[in-house]
């Protein structure tokens, strides 16, 4: 299989291809609704995260879907995206670079917009790239505000401070500046961004600098089963309040560079059950070295749908201890999968909401590889 075989739905592919091997099947129609939710939804420019998922695919269908702009943290990325999409608008949002990095990017590249959060990685990007007016400099800030998952403020921002000096700092090098946060991936609480947004526009204000474009990163929510999170809209009208209340006159744009909630609809994993024991426990042909990092490492529940031969089944529901193929014991899902009390070796298990953060993470741990993707017309049914 590869990555362009379509099928109707994921049905029709496990009828015609009886996996073994983990498959991803991703819908490009899903992706598209997803990123008109955005785009109508959002007052500005709407981008994604490449590292949530950088299946080449994946990129194509977001361009198809009218995404131009990319946060990309890495020469690998920044690789991939000018091969499928030449033109477009590339945010370099890592805040730490080497210097080769800072000089591939902007030399072979041609990136033009550098994110950074302290003034030794400005003094990097300055020596390397020198005079450059239409260089855009992102400095990212920080504050308080930990409603999220996973809270990046720990690796990386400036303080507010620090984030007035280096805004300063960019702007008397006569580069173009901008403000950046992230306020956590999978954050929980609409307000996080407001808080963020006035934050910004105090810091510009006392800064005195002009800033060209406020990125307010990802962060936005998928609503995974456990998750007891607002529709992404209360996100949107908090994002637009704020934003319109402190930058509206001022001439700078605003952009969002969303990863899982961009693009988890749009994929699930079809998994097959390699053993099943007496005592409610499964042994997968995947698990957390493969496309489930996140089961070990969050209480984020996937919802899932079981197979047996070309039909879906259900049944009795009871919950099952669920390991993965590697010899190691942390290769266990975080929480036990409510599966059909009949499930069985050569079932088959599809979790749905598996778009961002699944393979892309995956290793190769112990030989077992989850990376072959195929096309479905039907995405896994929404809640
Ligand atoms: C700079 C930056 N932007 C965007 C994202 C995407 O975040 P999410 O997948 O939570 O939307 C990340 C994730 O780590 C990030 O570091």
Known sequence: M???????????????????????????????????????????TVGYAVKANPTPEVIRALRTAGVN????????????????APNATLLYDNPIK????????????????????DAIELEKIASIIGEDPMLELTVRFKIADATAVYDLSTKFGADEAEAIALLR???SLNYKAALTFHPGSQCTDPASYSNYINKAAEIVEKSGVNIQMLNVGGGFPTPYLEAKI????????????SWQK???HQDCILVCEPGRALVDA???IVTQVKHRRATPVVYLNDGVYGGFMEQAFSTIELPLRTYRGDKEFTGPIQRFVAFGPTCDSIDK????????????????????LQGGYGSSTATQFNGFVSKDYVLVDEGFPQA
Not at 2 to 29: G, K, Q, W
Not at 76 to 82: N, P, S
Not at 339 to 349: K, M, Q
């Open 333 to 352: 899902f975080g929480y036990e999968l409510p599966l059909p009390d009949s499930i069985a070796e050569g079932d088959w298990i599809e979790f749905g």
């Open 266 to 268: 749009s994929v699930s």
């Open 169 to 171: 700092q960019v702007d």
């Open 230 to 241: 607002p529709e992404l809209k209360a996100y949107f009208d908090a994002i637009n309040t």
């Open 246 to 248: 402190g930058f509206k």
């Open 2 to 44: 590869t990555t362009t075989t379509r099928f109707d739905n994921t049905r029709h592919m496990i009828a015609a291809t009886a996996p073994e091997e983990p498959v991803y099947c991703l819908s490009p129609t899903v992706l598209q609704n997803q990123v008109n939710h955005f785009v109508q939804g959002f007052d500005g």
């Open 98 to 117: 080497s210097r080769r990095e800072i000089q591939r990017a902007y030399s072979e590249y041609n990136v033009r917009s550098f994110a950074l959060d």
């Open 69 to 84: 702009t990319f946060d990309v943290a890495s020469i690998a990325e920044v690789e991939l995206v000018r091969s499928i």
